[in-house]
């Protein structure tokens, strides 16, 4: 679309493309009625609609914007218009000045947890208004979330807002994999929890610098959501930490309300004498309790050392290429792919057979933990939520974790299993064994290209490259 040339509802005139998303595309506008400048959402109607379709699909985005209209807050970015161009909707909106939190978080890395317990609390009372007014969100995420010069946090994109028991997602437009609920992701009802879930993912984001279920492909990260907890948000502290692990409670009802978070970040008094999301065993100073890694005190207030390590030792240099070839019984070839990774390839022609891959990373103590409780709230957090992702999931089988003796202080291995897909004969498997040692946390992985799904995997060529990386770590 030539956006200096498009004038829209004999109105608003397309100044520049701002951004674009599953939902649609934003534009930059003037509002030449009342000469002022404004966004214009462009709603994406998917391809495979009939006619008919279309025209509920558009029905539907008026009546939605409409609602998401009367919504009034300071964190709300205020809805004046919707028009519509053929059976195109377009939603009307005030153009908000500064930049989206996922933008600063990219830029800037992890965000203090006092910024981001801000940040939390003004999203929070945006929601708290829509829910009073029977409104759900449906996309809360770091690119919904603006921040001022100032701090101060505004939501996005009430355009798309959907009413409570109404339809979901229209056709599936609405939302990003990893900021949407388990029960969202499995076609259930959603509701207010499912929009505290989605806050709870991008205030994790924004404290520990990437998403909680970051993956590679979509469809990783949607089975992440459903199957996996999160590694426990060090960076975040044991207060905020925990709230955020609550949050992203795969049962609606076992999340925090928007009254206990709202508590929560505010760190009133009422809140620290609650103590709501701790159980009876973490305050008897129990090491872990269930999947995903809740620490008692005893772990908690240990003293602030660093550990061995100030930082990640470099990959490349704990396996020698040489080895690094008997290991794999062939030629290798070494990439640094990137920072705390090194790979090890064996190549048929263009085609990568099989590979080994080491990755190194350097917990850092922070108010509330020492650098080797860090690595091992991280550790124990990894081993529950792996051990909980036995079974299959589209095509990847993974299977049961086993732990290793003699890599590190504590190590484990597991197999996964993954179709091509565009077969089901063949495809690539890994052998992934996760180890810790002081304050640092370490992977070795063996991945095979173009096996056959009875193949055996080869979790002993793993374990036995981790006792070279481990060894060199030693020395």
Same mark, same amino acid.
């Given at each position: ?29 003037? !509002? ?9 959402? &462009? ?15 558009? *029905? ?61 609390? &003004? ?45 979901? !997602?229209? &056709? ?87 009254? &206990? ?196 995997? *080869? ?14 770590? *030693?020395?």
């Amino acid at each position: 679309m030539q956006a200096d040339f498009y004038l829209l509802a004999g109105r608003y005139r397309l100044v520049e493309r701002l951004g674009e998303g599953g939902a649609g595309t934003v534009w930059r506008a003037i !509002d030449q009625t009342l000469d002022r400048q404004v966004a214009v959402k &462009q709603m994406r109607l998917p391809a495979e609609l009939t006619p008919r379709q279309r025209a509920e699909f558009a *029905d539907r985005a008026i009546h939605e914007a409409r609602s998401a209209g009367r919504l009034r807050d300071p964190a709300i970015v205020l809805v004046h218009d919707v028009v519509l161009d053929g059976d195109q909707p377009w939603i009307v909106m005030d153009l908000v000045a500064g930049r989206s939190l996922d933008k600063v978080i990219k830029e800037r890395g992890p965000l203090p947890p006092e910024a981001v317990a801000r940040i939390g609390l &003004q999203v929070l009372s945006a929601l708290r208004v829509a829910h009073a007014h029977g409104i759900l969100h449906q996309d809360v995420k770091p690119a919904n979330i603006m921040l001022d010069a100032d701090g101060s946090a505004m939501l996005t994109d009430f355009g798309i807002a959907t009413p409570m028991g109404g339809r979901g !997602d229209r &056709q599936g437009t609405a939302g990003s994999p990893g900021y949407m609920a388990p029960e969202r992701l499995n076609e259930h009802a959603a509701g207010p929890a499912s929009d505290l879930w989605s806050l709870g993912a991008s205030l994790y984001t924004a404290v520990e610098g990437r998403p909680p279920f970051e993956r590679a492909l979509p469809a990783a990260v949607a089975a992440a959501v459903l199957l996996h907890e999160p590694p426990f948000p060090a960076r975040a502290g044991r207060e905020l930490g925990g709230l955020l692990m609550a949050m992203l409670a795969k049962d609606p009802a076992a999340r925090p309300t928007a009254e &206990q978070i709202g508590e929560r970040l505010s760190g009133s008094p009422r809140a620290r004498r609650r103590r709501w999301w701790l159980v009876p065993a973490a305050l008897a100073a129990v090491a872990v309790v269930g999947v995903g890694g809740w620490y008692g005190l005893a772990v908690l207030n240990g003293p602030k050392e660093t550990g061995r390590f100030a930082s990640a030792p470099d990959p490349c240099g704990l396996i020698g290429d040489a080895r690094a070839g008997q290991l794999l019984k062939d030629t290798v070839q070494r990439l640094r792919t990137r920072p705390g990774e090194c790979v090890w390839q064996v190549r048929d022609g263009s085609q990568i057979t099989r590979s080994i891959i080491v990755r190194t990373r350097a917990e850092q103590p922070d108010a509330d933990y020492s650098g080797p409780a860090v690595a091992r709230l991280r550790f124990d957090s990894e081993h529950g939520s792996r051990a909980a992702a036995k079974g299959t999931v589209f095509r990847k089988t993974t299977g049961l974790l086993a732990d290793v003796s003699g890599v590190g202080e504590a190590a484990f291995v597991q197999d996964t299993f993954e179709f091509y897909l565009s077969s089901t004969e063949s495809g690539r498997s890994d052998s992934t064994l996760l180890f810790r040692t002081s304050n640092l946390v370490g992977e070795v992985i063996l991945h095979r290209e173009d096996v056959k799904p009875n193949t055996p995997a *080869d979790r002993k060529t793993a374990i036995e490259a981790a006792r070279v990386v481990s060894a060199a770590l *030693d020395n």
